[in-house]
């Protein structure tokens, strides 16, 4: 091999290793975008509040939920199920990644509180909560906490703002993104405009 052929193999190997490294980069920066979806995915916090209202608690270290030890009650099926389906209708990316102004958010709240409350005191013997005061307080603090923090990631469109800031710093970082965001969406989608 003569020195010519030599810097010519040793292009292809360097222009080899650009296009991995990039690739990987890419990878990277994917992986990051879909742990930040998973960490701020609506979903995820309807699924912990079922499981906490169920009396589970996450051990970090098995990564998995397991119930919690001591002298908790088995909480009714039909009002975990009663309760899941109305968080779920607050809490979802529509919700969260709207523009909310904290007065939107305490008018949800209130209207929250007395939906639970109200359906815990007319239900409670059905419930099996009827005399347990400390039981549905337990219950409420984990409804109106977790959804009362999720949905001020809303104010002001500031969850929005935050994760579409950071798909747009991932399109700029891009190498092969040669037309611009989302690989020429954009131009493919001008016939709405």
């Not at 979903?43 to 919690?68: A, H, Q, T």
């Not at 908790?72 to 968080?87: A, F, G, M, P, R």
């Not at 337990?138 to 994760?163: D, P, Q, S």
Request: aromatic residues 8%; contains cysteine; neutral net charge.
């Amino acid at each position: 091999m003569d020195e010519s052929e030599y810097a010519q193999y040793q292009q292809k190997v360097s222009a080899k290793q650009t296009t991995s490294d990039d690739e990987y980069a890419g990878q990277v920066r994917e992986e990051k975008v879909r742990t930040l979806l998973s960490e701020i995915d609506p979903d995820n916090l309807v699924e912990s509040i079922e499981y906490r209202i169920r009396g589970f608690k996450f051990n970090k270290r098995r990564l998995k939920w397991e119930k919690v030890q001591g002298d908790s009650c088995d909480v009714s099926e039909i009002l975990v199920s009663k309760t899941i389906s109305l968080i779920a209708s607050i809490l979802n990316n529509n919700t969260t990644f709207s523009n909310l102004q904290s007065s939107d958010i305490n008018r949800i709240m209130g209207l929250l509180i007395d939906i639970v409350i109200s359906d815990m005191v007319v239900n409670g013997k059905k419930y099996g909560i009827h005399d347990d005061f400390n039981e549905k307080e337990r219950i409420c603090f984990i409804i109106f906490g977790t959804v009362n923090f999720a949905l001020r990631r809303a104010i002001n469109g500031t969850e929005a703002r935050r994760f579409f800031g950071s798909l747009r710093m991932n399109e700029q970082i891009s190498p092969d993104n040669k037309k611009g965001g989302w690989g020429g969406m954009k131009d493919a989608a001008q016939i709405w405009n």
